[in-house]
């Protein structure tokens, strides 16, 4: 099984809202990460977490707060967002931190529309 | 330059053509290599992984890498048109500093197969 699962799949929400994306692995990755991902551009890196500790960020904006609760799951929590930022917002999982021999593993990515 | 370079196309092929699908790279560090399949507004799907140089074969797929060219390629041997999709290279350096947990992709290549 090499299934990341990602919920919502589809999210529309004004610039006053908060909401939250969450991923799901079950297959003992140790590392995860959220990327963001515009129509015809390849993923770009958001936030990178390792044994549950935030590893990276890429000086990602504050209304993007990412949690890792524990070594299956990874939340994005969403506040005051601008319509610029939707896009498709895809999880991966890899054993360990890509570098370090392991391929990733992504899921099907939440499509995201603020209004 | 980018670190990866990735013709983004589009690629149109007749049903049971071969399909090669390149990128080259700048970083001499990069050792491990993926590529993805990521049909319309859906997650990437990891199609090969490899570590070294030299083939590797899947099915209809065949992942190339030539470390010294720093030259990939993937070949799709009797293209079906379900194999229309975006085609992303990825690579990951073996350098343990700051690339460590960071994936570098190409821009994708947009295939179509037509019947």
Redesign the interface.
Known sequence: D?E?T?TPKHLVMGMTNKKSLKCEQHMGHR?M?WYKQKA????E?MF?Y?YEKL??NESVPSRFSPECPNSSLLNLHLHALQPEDSA?Y?CASSHR?????????????T?LTVV | QKEVEQD?GPLSVPEGAIVSLNCTYSNSAF??F?W?RQYS??????LM?T?SSGNKEDGRFTAQVDKSSKYISLFIRDSQPSDSATY?C?M?????GS?????Y????TQLTVWP
Do not use: C, H, W
Not at chain 1, 40 to 43: D, E, F, G, I
Not at chain 1, 97 to 109: K, P
Not at chain 2, 99 to 103: Q, S, V, Y
Not at chain 2, 105 to 108: Q, Y
């Open positions: 090499t990341v990602q590392a990460y015809k551009k390849p993923p890196l990178v390792s590893s990276i498709l895809l931190l890509v570098g370090a021999n392991t391929e990733a593993f992504f899921g099907q990515g499509r | 983004p050792q491990y993926m993805y507004r859906k997650g990437p799907e990891l992984y570590y992303l990825a990951s350096s073996a350098d343990r690339t460590l947990g960071r994936l992709f190409g821009r994708g």
